[in-house]
């Protein structure tokens, strides 16, 4: 296929450098024109702006980091589509906003499938990114293929949306299981049992999850590489409490890592990864977790 890609930040560029690595011809735009360079590079072409990005390509993928920014690229780019292209958003995004970018799209004869992704950069790296798409079952089975070459787990989710509604339950379970995680070590620690020692019990027991045992060893290995931003998990927990409430449901657990998100992130760690969060929990217990692992 001859690819057009939007957004080559940390997880936009090598899931665009997987694309060009599979065959397709690759057309790539960003914002920041240091983020296109090794894509350039390997093969990649440059477009001045997302406009012209368009013209002449079979699909358009967007990754980018929230619903403003998708919203006005693809209002920039919709009058140049054309019948028979294909637009993939796969950011996290609003289910609600993705059912509007796609009728706008079907009214031009373009198809739509929003595609949000996780596995981090890691799994973007070595392309093994877990895939949720949301959209036409035939439209889905076209786009497989190039999907394929971003995530070795692809599921078509449903209908437009569907694909960030899964997203969207995906990581809220995923921030709140690292908020319990996170007070659970430091509480083990302050109790007087060894960090290293309690996460090789719980890695083994009920408690454990990919969270636990990969998040958790980070922190004890002092490894806070900004990989997720707190500024990040809030706007997609956000993005979930807005669904629940538009379903007239109330999220009491996902709610208080909410507020735990949101507390972390006006005390000055909204840039710094997720996993930063440990800090204050450290400061407040006057326990400090990070960097006792000796294993």
Not at 117 to 129: E, N, W
Not at 154 to 176: E, P, R, T, W, Y
Request: charged share 20%; with cysteine.
């Amino acid at each position: 296929m001859d690819v057009g890609f939007i957004g080559t930040g940390n997880m936009g560029a090598p899931m665009a450098a997987n694309i060009l690595a599979s065959g397709h011809q690759l057309t790539v735009y960003d914002e920041n024109l240091g983020a296109t360079a090794e894509l350039e590079k390997t093969g990649a072409k440059r477009a001045e702006n997302p406009t012209s990005l368009t013209i002449g390509v079979d699909v358009i993928i967007l990754s980018l980091p929230g619903p403003s920014e998708v919203a006005s690229v693809f209002a920039e780019i919709l009058p140049s589509m054309v019948s028979g292209q294909i637009l993939i958003d796969m950011s996290t995004n609003s289910p609600e906003l993705v059912k509007g970018i796609a009728e706008e799209a079907k009214r031009v004869g373009v198809g739509f499938l929003d595609a949000p992704v996780s596995g981090g950069v890691r799994g973007a790296q070595k392309g093994i990114l877990t895939i949720m798409v949301g959209g036409d079952k035939s439209l889905f089975d076209k786009a497989e293929v190039l999907l394929s070459s971003m995530g070795e787990n692809i599921f078509h989710a449903g209908d437009v949306g569907s694909g960030n509604v899964a997203k969207l339950i995906n990581n809220s379970l995923a921030f709140s299981i690292m908020m319990a995680n996170a007070e659970a070590i430091v509480l083990g620690s302050k109790a007087g049992v060894n960090p290293t020692v309690l996460w090789d019990i719980v890695r083994v027991s009920s408690g454990s999850s990919l969270t636990w045992q990969g998040g958790i060893k980070n922190i004890l290995q002092d490894r806070l590489p900004t990989a997720f931003t707190v500024d990040l998990a809030c706007k997609d927990i956000d993005l979930a409490t807005e669904l629940a409430a538009e379903l007239n449901m109330d999220l009491e657990m996902v709610s208080v890592s909410q507020k735990m998100l949101k507390r972390f992130q006006a005390s000055g760690l909204g840039q710094e990864d997720i996993l930063a969060t440990i800090k204050p929990l450290e400061d407040a217990n006057q326990v400090v977790v990070r960097g006792v692992w000796d294993k």
